[in-house]
């Protein structure tokens, strides 16, 4: 029965979408532009370095364009159309329904992104991989491993921002919130510079985080960086992080809707 309604919601949220699609072409652009900017810059560094922090040159502009692809795929904004349902009151309408509310926007999200896979994440892959320089996934066993791990950033993403969007019910604005969230899980999740690069305190914090295992984990899967002994591990620690925030996520919401108060009749 969970996995049905989960499966309707998303199929909504797909649906929804659809009235933005002219948006997505255009993140083709912008996301195009961005690998440009990374290329650029990490071409200047290994100019003089055949190596740096681990990776060879053409290593790293698979780590950033494989970055930014799986990104494209992960992104939703459950957080600020959840802020945004409960400032309006629209949250009451779900609330009076006979179904569990965090499943309702966590459908959604996974709806979204079904929807950002077809009209976002295939086209920019496809793009990006005749300009760019990409390798392959290191062998088929790496490649599955990397499905996981990308299924599993989208479940990770989703449950962080239906936690910070239930914020709202407390807080006058998230969008302070919003800012710190969306620049935390850019960083630590490697998207911006591998976590290899990061000086010995701040990456021994990151370790303890979830955030690594939205883009770092899927990445260096990718790439072969991760051994296949270890891969098991991690996707262990993955999950481990997914069920947890979608406990606590659960827990959060229940805790205080408590203090909704619904008038009319």
Avoid at 14 to 39: C, K
Avoid at 177 to 200: C, D, H, I, N, Y
């Amino acid at each position: 029965m969970t996995a049905r309604l989960l499966l309707e919601f998303a199929r909504i949220g797909f649906l929804d979408m659809l009235a933005y699609r002219l948006r997505y072409y255009t993140g083709v652009i912008n996301y195009f532009l961005s690998v440009t900017v990374y290329y650029f810059l990490w071409k200047a560094v290994f100019a003089a370095n055949p190596e740096f922090g681990g990776f060879r040159f053409d290593e790293m502009i698979t780590y950033v364009t494989v970055g930014w692809i799986i990104r494209s795929l992960y992104f939703n904004n459950i957080d600020w159309d959840m802020a945004t349902d409960i400032m309006e009151g629209k949250v009451s309408m779900v609330m009076m329904k006979p179904v569990n509310l965090p499943l309702t926007y966590i459908g959604k999200a996974l709806g979204e992104a079904a929807f950002r896979t077809v009209l976002l994440s295939a086209p920019t892959s496809i793009v990006l991989a005749l300009i760019f320089p990409v390798n392959p996934p290191r062998d088929a066993a790496h490649f599955s491993a990397f499905l996981l791990a990308l299924a599993g950033s989208v479940l990770l993403v989703s449950s962080i921002n239906f936690i910070i969007g239930s914020c709202a019910i407390e807080l006058q604005s998230i969008q302070g919130l919003l800012r710190f969230k969306f620049w935390m899980q850019e960083l630590l999740s490697g998207l911006l510079v591998p976590l290899t690069l990061f000086p010995a305190p701040l990456r021994e914090i990151s370790r303890w985080l979830p955030f690594e295992h939205i883009g770092y984990t899927p990445m260096m899967i990718y790439l072969g960086k991760i051994p296949g002994r270890e891969i098991g591990r991690t996707l262990a620690l993955e999950l481990f992080w997914i069920v947890a925030l979608l406990w606590f996520g659960n827990w959060f919401w229940n805790r205080l809707s408590r203090r909704i108060t619904i008038h009319g009749g």
